[in-house]
């Protein structure tokens, strides 16, 4: 759900969850020009301990060079989105990598906003390189990830967000994804008189929530934030 309160757009989800056992991914679509943050996080685990994993993309310079058709399992690229050292980062307060390189491969995490505004997150199975372009394999290996592309496809010159591995380290800020451990059926709430919780690191980047969401169905129970000016 997407708002405008006071010329300041807004979003919220409600009582998200998934099957006990199996991740699940709540991402936040970008709004042109402005910066998504999370305001307010409450979440519920299960009677067992569980963790969230907060993403914002390190990269936004990946774009796709053919259009992505409704069904596919592969889209292609001009550039490798992890190799962070020979691409800059348009827009960036902190232009130069602060981390070593990190080619896209199979298992990291992409995600991709279509017309629609729907962010579709997908997990890499392999990747070919081939006269300068990058065709990624989408893995098909199921939830929390997409598992070829949406109905509506996407046009030449998407961009494609890398997030990288769960563990891997944001070349902008040189730290991980943060990560909030949950204690056992005890709710967690972040986020008071609209600060910031979490943000991206850039404008026009969604953000992911990645619930481990182990054993047992835990439930995001609200998630809102603004898209600012700054």
Known sequence: ML??????????????????????????PFHPRRKT??????????????Q???????????????????GATTFQIGADPGKYSVNLFPGSSIPEPSVADN?????HIVAIQGPDRIVSVYKVASVAVANNIWTVTISTSGAPYATAIPTQGYPT???????????????????AHPTVPLATSTALTLGANNQTVFEANERNEPVLVYSNNATAAGTLNWLSGVYADE
Do not use: C, E, H
Request: aromatic share 10%; hydrophobic share 45%; glycine share 8%.
């Open 52 to 70: 969230l994993t907060l993403m914002s993309p390190f990269t936004q310079f990946a774009k796709l060079v053919a259009p992505a058709v409704a």
């Open 103 to 107: 080619p896209i491969a199979a298992n």
């Open 3 to 28: 708002s405008q309160a006071a010329s300041v757009p807004t979003f919220s989800r409600l009582n998200l969850s998934g099957t006990g056992g199996t991740p699940f991914i709540v991402p936040v």
């Open 37 to 50: 943050k999370i305001t307010y996080l409450q979440y519920t685990p299960p009677a067992n301990a569980q």
């Open 157 to 175: 010159g998407s961009t494609v967000f890398f997030f990288g591995l769960l563990t891997d380290t944001n070349p902008l800020t040189g730290l």
